[in-house]
């Protein structure tokens, strides 16, 4: 019996080796197949000729009035737009006001700038989580095609309303259903940005909106005529037709007898259903408007604030692959707030403070390969100059005013100017950007193209230059050992610079040594 157990040992030792190597080369596959259909995912973007000489911040070019609002469009043929593949929208909602259904051909980020509401969202084949009391009574004496029906009275179902408020950030995938109410005292302020560039998008890099409702674009108001004139020249140049106007929603290409059968309702129902006579545009005024949602609670945000904190912790012990069990497709969390400054992952009390927001920290982000920056920078303060490693980056300016500068890959400046509220800056992807707050402080919100965006700084701790050897500074700029000290040391903070109280002239010098510092780094 003893020589038998013997026998058996190294035999059981082969077997559990034989069986860790081929757990590990099954990982190791995996790992290397999420990595290659990553990469595919990457190179599934469409591709656009990025020859930028120069960079503008543009504001709305495009107008479209409604009852309760308006909505307004950015130039989507601009070169720096064409190059990162996106498109951008405002909407302005009054108090009442409804955005009427409708859904996208690319992801979306959408931040609100001001206000707050209601956002209603439709995913096929959810349940209808929210319901309101009810009582069922049967339809006698009327018959339907299917004999005896029924119906409710008293009661609605519907799939889950999302309050939403100032400084949040909305998750917004391609095609799903959606609709913003305004429930509070105040407009409704809401930027977005959508990647149409995104694999999910399989159409065109032209931004599509599919209206379910009402007639979208009764009144449009152009910037100006000279942008009219431009916008007929190109069309005129690359040989494309006008766009034909559209004149209502979705269901009003369908046939009216078509969807009385499909809907099983008389004619005239069908005619407000298509929506042709509508002159309310997208925006509408809903006064009797008592949807079923909870309401905002402190205590809730915080109790969902710590859950966050303990999941990215059991995640970093564990490892950040998703198990599949964090989240279904209809209990997707679409909302993250950067506005509140507990929220901030670095924060300069002289400077600033800076909030990220990636797939990390909302898993829909994976889906959307879609993430967000917030900025605030006080008086004077300077963020390093950094560039964007794997991401367009595309600048909303929220508050205030400041210099951005902007230099491309052959050192040579592309934007260097003021910007200021309402403004909208694209920065490519790998262009060196440095930004300094005016004499009121700047805030904004940057929607990046990458569900885990990362930045490389030039200046501060964490910056390329501190990390170099002084014999590398020393002969890449000819300087010597002292200056090439000072050049990686004169600055301990890592991202946000605290404003200099001084002169306006040393505030320019102090950009421009800036500006000479990124350009002379990029040469070299």
């Not at 157990?5 to 559990?16: A, D, E, I, R």
């Not at 509140?340 to 990390?360: E, F, K, Q, W």
């Amino acid at each position: 019996m003893e020589i038998k157990l013997c026998s058996l040992l190294p035999l059981s030792l082969c077997f559990f080796l034989l069986f860790n190597c081929c757990f590990a080369q099954i990982e190791q596959q995996q790992g290397f197949l999420e990595e290659r259909l990553q990469q595919q995912h990457r190179r599934g973007r469409p591709r656009t000729d990025c020859r930028i000489q120069s960079l503008s911040a543009r504001e709305p070019t495009r107008k479209f009035d409604s009852e309760a609002g308006f909505t307004e469009f950015w130039d989507r043929n601009s070169e720096e737009f064409e190059c990162a593949g996106v498109a951008a929208v405002r909407n302005v909602i009054q108090p009442q006001g409804l955005l009427l259904p409708h859904y996208n051909n690319a992801p979306q980020l959408l931040y609100i700038v001001k206000g707050s509401g209601l956002l209603g969202t439709v995913i096929p084949g959810c349940a209808e989580t929210f319901e309101s009391p009810q009582r069922e009574r049967s339809m006698r004496g009327q018959e339907s095609r299917e004999g005896e029906s029924q119906y409710r009275t008293g009661g609605d179902r519907h799939q889950k309303v999302r309050q939403f408020r100032q400084g949040d950030v909305l998750a917004l995938p391609a095609g799903v259903t959606l609709w913003f109410y305004n429930n509070g005292q105040d407009r409704l302020v809401t930027v977005a940005l959508l990647d149409t560039s995104n694999p999910t998008n399989q159409l065109d890099q032209q931004f599509r909106h599919f209206f379910l409702a009402g007639n979208p674009n009764p009144r449009e108001q152009s910037g100006s005529k000279y942008e009219e004139e431009i916008r007929a020249r190109r069309e005129q140049e690359q040989g494309e037709q006008p766009q034909r106007r559209q004149s209502g929603n979705l269901f009003d290409g369908f046939e009216q007898d078509l969807l009385a059968d499909v809907f099983n309702v008389d004619q005239e129902l069908v005619r407000n259903l298509k929506g042709r006579e509508d002159q309310r545009g997208r925006i509408v005024r809903a006064e009797n408007f008592d949807v079923l949602s909870p309401e905002f609670e402190e205590e809730e945000e915080e109790q969902q604030s710590h859950r966050q904190r303990r999941e990215r912790e059991h995640k970093g012990r564990r490892g950040s692959q998703p198990n599949g069990l964090e989240e279904t497709i209809c209990t997707l969390r679409l909302r993250e707030n950067l506005g509140r400054p507990s929220r901030a992952d670095v924060y300069n009390p002289r400077g600033g403070r800076i909030s990220t927001l990636n797939s990390h920290k909302l898993p829909i982000l994976n889906f959307l390969q879609l993430s967000a920056e917030r900025g605030v920078l006080y008086q004077n303060a300077v963020m390093a100059p950094l560039w964007n490693m794997n991401a367009h980056s595309i600048l909303y300016i929220l508050r205030g005013t400041g210099r951005i500068q902007v230099v491309g890959d052959a050192g040579i400046c592309v934007f260097n100017d003021e910007v200021r509220e309402g403004q909208m800056l694209v920065v490519p992807q790998n262009f060196a950007v440095v930004k300094k707050a005016g004499n009121r402080g700047l805030e904004y919100i940057a929607f990046k193209t990458n569900e885990q965006a990362m930045t490389s700084p030039l200046a501060g701790r964490l910056s390329a230059i501190r990390a170099m050897p002084e014999e590398v500074l020393m002969n890449s700029y000819q300087i010597s050992r002292q200056e090439a000290r000072s050049l990686k040391y004169n600055r301990e903070e890592t991202t946000v610079f605290a404003g200099r109280r001084s002169s306006r002239g040393y505030s320019t010098r102090a950009m421009e040594y800036a500006l000479t510092a990124v350009e002379a780094f990029l040469k070299a």
